[in-house]
């Protein structure tokens, strides 16, 4: 469902996503009107009725999959759909889970910045509507590399707004993005990182390799030598160093596909699964899956710097 469009922010220097698109709140009668189509289109297909044949095919797919794997799950799109009026927002939750009762999980994207600055009160109405999970773009918990890529917030901003969503009672996935402080501050972003993350202790800790695309900041500055992009070994020693300074009871996750080092049979180095690794029970398998990751050698690995179409 998409009850907003597009960022609000727009402006890291690492995204290209939204470029030039501008952002929108939509009305919440609209929304509505989107989780009406939907369940008209369930009844429809129910029914075997010839109307179906007039439902758009990219929208009768959807429903059609979606009905198919049981009608639980359900992702607000796009990145920072929270920012909307809390009662707005409210509104539409309650709604869709009046429609459909099935539904046991409501995801979201947010930015820390938006929820820092909601109170808990918001969270918590949001919360009891049936919001229950939330995504957040911590990237990284260095403040020289937040503004670097202006990332728009503070690592402080990030620890607040990671903790109030936990308070509130959010199911909570940070998104970190490995190599964004590239070469030369890898340590910074590494150990400020595991720090921003000891202290909010989410459930999840997402990993999102950086790679740099074209029409973005930082792939200006990639191509002027101004910033410089990490060997894949190179990204391994700065995993390794936040996996050693994590102190934290959360699942750490390689589920993208730019998580491509390899073991020594060829096989992915970590595994690609939404739940990932426990840490701390499997710290240690970690490090040394790291370590056998440095025994192989880097043309083996996926190479950010030479995929001729990088993609988030
Ligand atoms: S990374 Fe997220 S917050 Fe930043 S511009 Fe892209 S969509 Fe917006």
Known sequence: MRPTRNCP???????SLYK???????KVEEIKGDIDAVKRIEELIKEGSDEVNKVPRRCLTMVFAWVRSGKRT???????????????????IEYLRETFPAIERVTSYARSKTIARKSLEDLSELKEAGLGRLHLGLESGDDDILKMVNKGVTAEEHI?????????????SEYVMPDLGGRELFEEHALNTANVLNKINPDYIRMRPLSVRKGTKLYEKWEKKDFQLSS???????????????????????????????????????????????????KDLLLSLVEEGLRVDESHHLDV????????
């Open 74 to 92: 359900v992702f607000l799109q796009d990145s920072n759909t929270p920012i909307m009026r809390t009662s707005q927002l409210v509104e539409v």
């Open 232 to 282: 894949p070994h190179e990204r391994l020693r700065e995993i390794k160093i936040m996996i050693k300074n994590l102190e934290v009871s959360a699942k750490l996750c390689f589920d993208h596909r730019l998580n491509g080092w390899r073991d020594k049979s060829g096989n992915r180095l970590f595994k690609v699964d939404y739940e990932g690794y426990e840490l701390p029970e499997e």
């Open 305 to 312: 710097r030479k995929l001729k179409t990088p993609s988030l």
């Open 9 to 15: 922010w727009n402006k890291c220097a690492f995204c």
């Open 160 to 172: 607040e707004a990671g903790q109030k969503a936990l308070e509130a009672g959010f199911e909570l």
């Open 20 to 26: 030039g698109e501008k952002f929108q709140i939509r």
